[in-house]
Every structure is written in structure tokens, then in C-alpha cells.
């Protein structure tokens, strides 16, 4: 059973940064797709940013929103996911949620709450 911990969120006005990290209890980086999702209150979950591996290239995926103002990455040595944010506004006010699919499987963290607000 693979287990994700995510850290790093908080309270941050328009305009400021944070980083994200998701802790994976096995070394699973490598042959997984890790992502971010994050859920509003009175919305649904939706997908931030993706990271994979494909043959030697790392290939990032990101949600039109985020787009130029997060990036995904990982340390495989930590068995970590990051998610920098940066240029954050109100909207981007949710619970992250860090997810690992690995061989069918998938995983969830606990989620951990970011609030954008002056």
C-alpha cells in the first residue's frame, strides 16, 4: 500500500507563492503518473498538473489555468512530487490533492488547503 503526504499549504494574498510537496512512502515515481488535483468548496475535484516518464523525457501536463504560473516537478531520490505556485490568485483557493497511478492502481493523499485571500 502506497501512502502520499502532502505539506505545504496555507494562507497566502493575491499574488504570493507556495510550494507543495507530496511525500510517497515507496520509491514509485519512476512508473507512475503523479499528479495534483484540487478541490473548491461546491465543486469538483479537477486536475492541476500531471508528471510523467516516457522512455528518458520527464513530460508535465497542466491544467489552462495554471499554466505559466505552476510547475509540476519531482525528486526521485525523495520519493517527492513538488507543485510551485506562484502568481496565485483567490480562485486558486481549494484542498490539493496529490495522486499516483501506478500500474492500474491509484493513489490519494489527504489533501492539504491553500486559501488565496487578502
Known amino acids: 500500500q502506497v501512502q502520499l503526504v502532502e505539506s505545504g499549504g496555507g494562507l497566502v494574498q493575491p499574488g504570493g507563492s507556495l510550494r507543495l510537496s507530496c511525500a510517497a512512502s515507496?520509491?514509485?515515481?519512476?512508473?507512475?503518473?503523479m499528479g495534483w488535483y484540487r478541490q473548491a468548496p461546491g465543486k469538483q475535484r479537477e486536475l492541476v498538473a500531471t508528471?510523467?516518464?516516457?522512455?528518458?523525457?520527464?513530460?508535465?501536463n497542466y491544467a489552462d489555468s495554471v499554466k505559466g504560473r505552476f510547475t509540476i516537478s519531482r525528486d526521485n531520490a525523495k520519493n517527492t512530487v513538488y507543485l510551485q505556485m506562484n502568481s496565485l490568485r483567490p480562485e486558486d483557493t481549494a484542498v490539493y490533492y496529490c495522486?499516483?497511478?501506478?500500474?492500474?492502481?491509484?493513489?490519494w493523499g489527504q489533501g492539504t488547503q491553500v486559501t488565496v485571500s487578502s
Open positions: 495522486n499516483g497511478k501506478v500500474l492500474g492502481d491509484d493513489y
Open positions: 515507496a520509491n514509485i515515481l519512476r512508473n507512475s503518473v
Open positions: 508528471i510523467t516518464s516516457v522512455l528518458n523525457s520527464v513530460i508535465t
